[in-house]
């Protein structure tokens, strides 16, 4: 038995994307909850299954039945960081081809903009790191760019050009928080925060929201929108601490994306557009290397000259990304919401024309957790 | 059924211990005799219970870096390492005696017992070359 084409998304929204005053986390996820059922012609009463992870709220699950004011079949609270929602959407899958859910709801939000004016986490330092004070998360990138740089000769520039591809994308996108034109020299010369990782190679500090509503395929063709359908999806779960990664040069996506890929039965060489969780500049390459884009060791070399940006050969992060568009702490929602938008042909000056594949991809951790989705059009069934 | 209670404090507890008193000890594992770090109840390799300390060389190879910059007034940049021990384990640390410039991926340090950034014992290394 496969998952491939048994389900779909039938509804997605935004909410509070960029600064959302006054507002709770738990605020704006109900609030994109609301927009995506809009969306997806659902009404709160048919929803059975619910699936989020907050940035602080632990029981969040319980918090997000409470104030959406149901009682749900299935709560999942699966909590691997800014990778969960990706896992939301295989388990949504199952619950949905077994029949034991009609229609779930996989949702995040966070304030932490406006709140805190930095990343909110209920995450800690891990004891035999704790003493060397390594930065939460940044420093753990840094490591690995640091590792990828030294092993495979990748250069300063070529993470520069991931942020000024990202920008690029923004720049398209009239939703992107951060769209003034920035160029290599621009992330190159911004603030050292921990060596050899610059202000403009890390992800921005956002509020936002996003959700979506899964139903069983042979329903959602009834829901207005053209549904999305779940094709592949895979996992990878290396380690917790950076100091416990068997190598920073290989990520887990090399095993999620497998997954997803066999899954889906296609291959690297089939998508159309691609969104990856860019909580820094390195993980693009990392991921771009994991998922098959490119050859171990040469996603430094593959995404220079523009190649990633628009206009180039592979579109890479449409809506600005991370870096660029929105990063309310935990990002993966969101690149789903922009690779069922593009499958949808809804995403304007930014369409990639004839998008019918798309592959997502969420980290979660410090490159600990990767988990892939491979979605599709109708066409691609 | 098994009933599998280990002895006394665990491998954590002990660690700290040991550290305390001014030694740096690594876990082995009596059954397929792999190193490990950081302590743990049972060995990752093969799964066995059988682990004892013992007393690495304290050579070891940065396997990367990163300076953390931070303003003067606070105390200034610092470096976080990746080491690389020769007993096959790998440890988060800081390099000692030498200017964040001259730290390298792959240079050759050595283990001693120095203080976290809070004044804890912690294991913190130097370069070989100077040692010597
Ligand atoms: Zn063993």
Redo the contacts between chains.
Sequence with gaps: MSLRGKAAIVGAALAGCGEAHGRTSMEITIEAVHGALADAGVKLSQVDAIATCQPLDLLSGLTLAQELGINPKFTMNNRMGGSSFLSHTMWAAMLLELGLAETVVICYGSNQRTASGKLMTAIGLP?????????FPL?SY???A??HM?QFGTTREQLADVAVAARGWAQKNPEAFVRDPLTREDVIAS???????RVRDCCLVTDGGAALVMRRAEVAVDHPQPPVYFLGGGEGTTHR????MAD?TVTGAAQSGAAAMAMAGVSAADIDVVQLYDAFTINVILFLEDLGFCKKGEGGAFVEGGRIAPGGDLPVNTNGGGLSCVHPGMYGMFTLVEAVRQLRGQTGERQIDGAELALCHGNGGVLSSQVTNILGTAATL | MTTNTFEGPGPDAQFAEILSAGDFRIQRCGDCNAHIFHPRPICPECGSGDLSWVAPSGDGTIYAKTIVHRRAEKGGDYNVVLVDLAEGVRMMSRVEGVEPADITTGMAVQASIGEGMNGEPAVVFTPTEAAK
Excluded at chain 1, 127 to 135: F, H, L, S
Excluded at chain 1, 191 to 197: F, G, H
């Design positions: 004891t035999y790191e704790a003493p060397y004070k390594p930065m420093s840094a490591l690995a640091d590792r030294h603030r050292l925060i921990s060596d050899p990782l601490d950076i100091s416990e920073l």
